[in-house]
């Protein structure tokens, strides 16, 4: 895969700050940005919630709703033979 440059403006102090985090995590600048834009793509999305104003509570809203982990629930089946491996694994033991 061919690489190639992207040029970021930024300020100064959020840049330093950024690099300070991220050496701490034994990553450099290039390497960052290379995990947000893949992250980006794997998920198809902003990889963190994207927050506006307060709501009356103080708390910030998302943008975009959180994942759910209950979305699919009752559109996936098990296979009626899940547990024959298990069986079949149980009787060797």
């Known amino acids: 895969m061919a690489a190639t440059t992207i040029n970021v403006r930024t300020d100064s102090e959020i ?3 950024a690099q300070e985090i991220f050496e701490s995590l034994g990553l450099d600048m290039t ?5 947000f834009l893949r992250q980006t ?3 198809q ?3 963190f919630i994207l927050t506006t104003r307060t709501d ?11 994942l759910r982990y209950d979305c ?3 559109k996936i ?6 547990d ?6 149980r009787e060797h033991m």
Not at 31 to 35: G, P
Not at 56 to 66: D, F, I, S, Y
Not at 84 to 89: I, T
């Open 41 to 43: 793509v794997r998920q």
């Open 45 to 47: 999305d902003i990889p």
């Open 15 to 17: 840049k330093c700050q």
């Open 56 to 66: 009356t509570r103080g708390e910030k809203r998302p943008l975009r709703h959180p």
């Open 84 to 89: 024959v491996p298990l069986k079949d694994f």
């Open 72 to 74: 699919l629930k009752g």
């Open 77 to 82: 089946r098990m296979a009626d033979d899940f």
């Open 31 to 35: 390497t960052a940005v290379n995990l």
